[in-house]
């Protein structure tokens, strides 16, 4: 019998191309049989052959799962067919919020072999603590008078106590698990009631943890470092926006979108947690098998090490680090080609 279920949505774009190599790596360093892998058909193509974006029985279903595996959803930014957000809001801010996942976990690292952009990047190894539940992303707000020309547009910003406490508390956590060192990006100096909350949870949290060596940096200023000095991080901690923004950076000082996985962690396992690269479903780029599937794969690693299964994780990480170390500037693989060489390497 399968020791756990393993819920997987290819989504949209690149989706289904990358996470089918996801599951061929988690396959391979498991051995057959441990997973019972169901595949589930959502994004733009279901939404149009049958309207549903995520129906309450197969949200119900997805809830029994032991862990998520997903691709991406949504179509290219300047799509008519496919009203934007619909997938986004419909499907995968929907599972983050039903499922409270208020840890959205980005671990950054420039690995030998990876090209960073930076002349100069020094050693690059952080991780974000981004808050997945609340802030901008809580579809408070609306429009007035729409169409004329005195529209009103407002989305207002979530920020509980309690929300920004549980992530922050995660974030001192792993700093001390880690190098002990917590930095929280925000934007007190103009989000004064939002930045005002986490600037002072973060202070009362910070007493409890006098090891963790603690910094704050606005988040204009936090890109700047992020592009000049990435090694000064070690864990971040931030809202649900600036997380989002900020973790696209990372990626790309780090060898590019690629390669940069993450999990939206619900810490308690009351639902399942799901796991996904940080990046889309890459309109421009899909069904050619061009992508590279690296983020799905380490992606993989993270919801292995979740479930309790560490060697098997670290077994993934040591062959992507070696397949990255094997790249050559110049040469191509097909999207199926790297996913075989690291799942013949756990093997
Ligand atoms: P994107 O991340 O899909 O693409 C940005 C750029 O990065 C593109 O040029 C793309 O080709 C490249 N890229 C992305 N992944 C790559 C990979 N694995 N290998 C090589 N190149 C890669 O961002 P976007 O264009 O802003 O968004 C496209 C769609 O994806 C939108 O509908 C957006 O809402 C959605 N989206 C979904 C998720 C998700 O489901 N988790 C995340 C981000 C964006
Ligand atoms: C991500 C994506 C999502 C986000 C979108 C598609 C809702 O950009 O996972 O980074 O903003 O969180
Ligand atoms: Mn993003």
Redesign the pocket.
């Known amino acids: 019998m399968a020791e756990a279920t393993l819920a997987v949505i290819g989504?949209?774009?690149?989706?289904p191309e990358?996470t089918a190599e996801a599951v061929k790596v988690i396959e391979a360093v498991t051995g057959p049989g441990v997973f019972d892998r169901v595949d589930y058909d959502l994004g733009a193509t279901r939404w149009q052959r049958t309207g549903e974006v995520l129906p309450d029985s197969v949200m119900a279903e997805l809830d029994t799962a032991d862990a998520i595996l997903?691709?991406?959803?949504?179509?290219?930014?300047g799509a008519t067919d496919v009203p934007?957000g619909l997938?986004?809001r419909g499907l995968?801010l929907k599972l983050r919020f039903a499922f409270d996942h208020y840890v959205n976990l980005r671990p950054s690292k420039l690995y030998p072999g990876s090209v960073s952009p930076l002349a100069d990047p020094g050693e690059i190894d952080f991780v974000v603590v981004r808050e997945g539940t609340e802030g901008l992303y809580c579809g408070n707000g609306g429009v007035v008078r729409a169409g004329t020309p005195n529209e009103i547009a407002t989305e207002v910003s979530v920020n509980t106590a309690l929300g920004v406490e549980r992530v922050v508390r995660d974030a001192f956590a792993r700093a001390v698990a880690r190098r002990g060192k917590l930095t929280l990006v925000h934007k007190h100096n103009v989000l004064v009631n939002a930045g005002g909350l986490w600037r002072r949870i973060f202070e009362q949290v910070a007493a409890e943890f006098p090891g963790v060596q603690t910094d704050y940096l606005h988040v204009d200023a936090a890109t700047i470092f992020l592009a000049t000095d990435p090694s000064r991080f070690d864990v971040i901690v931030t809202d649900n926006l600036f997380g989002d923004i900020i973790t696209d950076l990372a990626a790309a000082v780090t060898g590019?979108?690629?390669l940069a996985c993450s999990g939206n962690v619900n810490p308690e396992g009351t639902h399942p947690s799901m796991f996904?690269?940080?990046?889309?479903?890459?309109?421009?780029?899909a069904g050619r098998q061009?992508?590279?599937?690296?983020?799905a794969i380490l992606s993989g690693a993270l919801l292995l090490e979740h479930l309790g299964r560490s060697a098997e994780a670290e077994e993934i990480n040591k062959a992507v680090i070696a397949d990255l170390a094997d790249r050559r500037p110049g040469t191509t693989r097909r999207t199926a080609e790297v996913g075989d060489a690291i799942a013949a390497a756990v093997g």
Do not use: M, N
């Open positions: 989504g949209d774009g690149i989706g990358v997903l691709g991406a959803v949504g179509a290219a930014p934007s997938l986004e995968l590019g979108i690629g996904e690269p940080v990046h889309g479903s890459a309109p421009d780029i061009i992508a590279d599937p690296t983020a």
